[in-house]
Structures are given as structure tokens and as C-alpha cells.
């Protein structure tokens, strides 16, 4: 019988239609050349399945963020940042995370579900966003509108970005994080932030007000749009105020 | 649709695929270190062409948009002269792996290796079809190849892992000769 042994195996192992099949298999038990060509294709297929394995672990995160850093970049007008500088940026935000403990950037569905708790318990718009501050969580996944202020006057890059609703407010927040870690938050919103009962007027000035929860600094201005600072370090949120012009 | 939502059903539809697509870029990138980039430059790509159309099989289409980003990456590489590795350099097992995972580390490593000793095509058909779960079809269509030369490909390629990785080494090897991959067929 003419044939090619090579063709036929590979046909067979992967979709050989009948009647065809059938007599394909009758003709293995009489002829060596095709018995040895599916026996190691056979092997072969084996070893190569036996090889399947998972992604490193983190790798979706690191997707995310790579992908979410590319739209805030795009957003503040750089559309086309260096792989290095987008390799940075994601091991930056990694760090975040990992420093953080645990991958805490919440689904807006896992995020609805809180904030229907906080229905429940009522709280500020300030003292979530302190909660969410001190757990390193940002109020959604979703892109916001607005591009990313610029902080790298004063050290901080960013880190993180999400727009989603706080105590029912919608709000864009920014996440930076200097070469020491340490991490400043920004909200900006339409509506404005409600003033903390401890809250300190700055000076004169009835629009700006800063207060201390939790070991969180916190200093609140109004202007065109709401905006609200936080950090473990004081001086760094006086520093971004100045640099965004609302204080 | 604003870009919240665009960009969340994106990811939503795309890392289910993460794994096939990492294992794709392992087998692309000349240089273990490239891997991760591979990959982010595959969804970066993928996300830039979502909001032109959505694919009907995401996991073809980022295997696609992968095996495009590796060519352009090693024709890169190739303009800069750049020293290319044969293959990459397995992982050594750690002191802390136990025993038993230092082995099947080896095992992995030694068919890691054994597929980089293929030629590219045969080491792309072997991937998707028996590492990503792939049919020949779908194969054929993310390579741009006839069903019937991935077939070949992915068949001489099997052979060429089982006489590698086997004890049958004295087996010999049937059907050389045909079309252009004729010459990467495997010594006995």
C-alpha cells in the first residue's frame, strides 16, 4: 500500500472522519511505519499536555494595572509611554499592594455591597474616605473621567486610580506614593466634602479646613471642584495643596 | 459606554485567557526575562483594538495579537544584532523546594527546553494545540497557516518532543523530506 505515514497519523490524532477512520485502524495493525508514527506522536502529545502550567500568580493584577496605568497616562496627554516607564509604574503599583498586604483594589460589585453596609451605619464622606485611606483601597476600577494632577513637583508619582462613589458622592481618586512609601490620596469631586467635626479652618479662609483622624491627615478645599488630601504625613498633604493651588 | 465600563469589560472578557497567553509568550520570548513584557504588550495591544471590535473568541484573538507582538519582538532584536539565546535558561530549584517539587520543576524544564530545540513553527502549533487547548482549526486561523500544515507541524513536532524526552531514542524517525521543515526533523 502507498501512503504517507506522517500525514495519516497526524489526520487520525486530531479528527479523522469515518468511514475512513475505521479503516485507518484496521490498516495500523498491519503495517509498522504508521504503528510508530502515532505511537510517538502519541508520546509526544503526552508530554507536551503534561507541560500545561498557570500563570505566575499576580499576573492578572499586574494586567490590570498595566492596562489601568496606560488609560490615566493617556488621559493626562502621555498616549504612549515607554514599556520601562509602564513596567515602573506597574511594580510600583504592586508595591503598593503587596506593602498594603493584600490585593484590597475592591470590583464595583464588591464595592456596592459595602457601600449598602454603610447605608446601614451611616458615616461622612470624610471618615470613609480616612477607612479607605488607612486599608489602601480606591472607591472602583473604573477609569476616571478626569486626568491624574500632576505631584511629581514634590516627589510623588502614581501610584493608582479609580472613580466610584463615596458615602453616595461621586469621586475620582488618585493615589501617589513617594520614594520613602509614603502614600497621599486624592479626591476630587462635584459635590463637596462635608466638614468634619473636628475639622480646623486654615486661617481666614472659610473653604479650607484640615483635621486628624486615625493617625490620617486630612485637609479639605473647595474651589472648582471639591477636593479632599490624605496621608500618614502632614506636611506632605500641606505640600500637595499648595502644589494643586486650593490652599 | 464610557471608558470605565469599556475598560472593565475588557478585562472582564481577557484574563480568563491570562494563562494561555503566558504560556504562549513563554514559548516567544528568547529571553525569560521578556516574558512578562510579552504579555502586558499583548493586552495593551489587545485593549487598544476593543473598542474597533470585540472578537468572537477572545482567546484566539489575544494568541493572535501575542504571536504578533513576539515576531515584532524578535525583529527588533534582530535590527539591533543583539545576542540572541538559544532558549532560555531553566530555573534552578530553590533550597526550600521540597524533593518532590524540585523534580517535577526538572521535568517541566526539561520539556521547556526540549521545545526551544523545535523550530518556531512547530514549537507555535505544539503550544496552542497541546498547551493552550486549541483545535487545528483554531490554530490554523491564529497562525494564518492551512489546517493541514499545522497538522504536519504539530505531528512532527510531538515526534521530535517524544524522541527528546523518551527512553525510545533508537527509535527511528518516519516520513522526513517533505516541505521546508524538512531539515528540523529530529536526529535519531
Not at chain 2, 470605565?4 to 472582564?12: A, I, Q, R, S, W
Request: include cysteine; glycine fraction near 8%; aromatic fraction near 4%.
Amino acid at each position: 500500500m502507498s501512503h504517507d505515514p506522517e500525514l495519516l497519523a497526524a489526520q487520525y490524532l486530531d479528527h479523522m472522519p469515518e468511514p475512513a477512520r475505521g479503516d485507518f485502524e484496521a490498516h495500523l495493525l498491519t503495517c509498522d511505519g504508521c504503528w510508530r508514527e502515532i505511537s510517538l506522536a502519541r508520546e509526544g502529545r503526552e508530554i507536551a499536555e503534561g507541560a500545561r502550567e498557570l500563570a505566575p500568580a499576580g499576573i492578572r493584577d499586574d494586567i490590570r494595572a498595566t492596562i489601568t496605568a496606560s488609560i490615566t497616562a493617556s488621559a493626562a496627554g502621555r498616549p504612549n509611554i515607554r514599556r520601562r516607564h509602564r513596567a515602573a509604574l506597574v511594580l510600583a503599583v504592586v508595591a503598593v499592594v503587596a506593602l498594603a498586604g493584600a490585593v484590597v483594589m475592591r470590583t464595583p460589585a464588591q464595592r456596592s455591597s459595602r457601600s449598602s453596609a454603610a447605608v446601614a451605619s451611616p458615616r461622612t464622606a470624610v471618615t470613609a474616605a480616612v477607612d479607605d485611606y488607612r486599608e489602601n483601597e480606591l472607591p472602583g476600577t473604573t477609569v476616571p473621567a478626569q486626568s491624574a494632577p500632576d505631584l511629581s513637583s514634590i516627589g510623588l508619582h502614581l501610584v493608582g486610580a479609580g472613580a466610584g462613589h463615596l458615602d453616595g458622592a461621586a469621586v475620582s481618586v488618585f493615589a501617589y506614593r513617594d520614594a520613602a512609601g509614603t502614600r497621599l490620596s486624592v479626591y476630587q469631586s462635584s459635590r463637596a466634602f462635608p466638614e468634619g467635626a473636628e475639622a480646623q479652618h486654615l486661617g481666614d479662609d472659610d473653604d479650607a479646613w484640615t483635621m486628624q483622624a486615625s493617625g490620617v491627615s486630612v485637609l479639605c478645599a473647595k474651589g472648582a471642584h471639591s477636593t479632599l488630601l490624605l496621608s500618614s504625613d502632614s506636611a506632605l498633604v500641606r505640600q500637595a495643596g499648595v502644589v494643586l493651588n486650593v490652599i | 459606554m464610557d471608558s470605565g465600563d469599556d475598560h472593565e469589560e475588557f478585562l472582564e472578557a481577557t484574563l480568563r485567557h491570562a494563562d494561555l497567553v503566558h504560556a504562549l509568550a513563554r514559548r516567544l520570548a528568547t529571553r525569560p526575562a521578556d516574558v512578562a513584557d510579552l504579555v502586558q504588550e499583548t493586552y495593551l495591544r489587545a485593549y487598544a483594538a476593543w473598542g474597533r471590535r470585540r472578537p468572537d473568541d477572545p482567546g484566539a484573538w489575544l494568541a493572535t495579537i501575542c504571536l504578533n507582538v513576539g515576531r515584532d519582538e524578535l525583529r527588533r532584536h534582530a535590527r539591533r544584532k543583539a545576542a540572541v539565546e538559544d532558549g532560555p535558561v531553566p530555573d534552578l530549584p530553590g533550597p526550600q523546594d521540597t524533593a518532590e517539587a524540585a523534580l517535577a520543576n526538572l521535568r517541566s524544564d526539561r520539556v521547556h527546553l526540549a521545545l526551544w530545540q523545535l523550530p518556531a513553527a512547530q514549537r507555535v502549533a505544539i503550544t496552542l494545540m497541546d498547551l493552550c487547548g486549541f483545535t487545528a482549526a483554531q490554530a490554523a486561523s491564529i497562525t494564518d497557516a492551512p489546517r493541514g500544515t499545522v497538522l504536519a507541524r504539530v505531528h512532527r513536532g510531538r515526534k521530535a518532543l517524544a524522541l527528546h524526552l523518551s527512553d525510545q531514542r533508537d527509535l527511528p524517525v518516519q516520513g522526513t523530506g517533505r516541505g521546508s521543515e524538512a531539515s528540523h526533523e529530529p536526529r535519531s
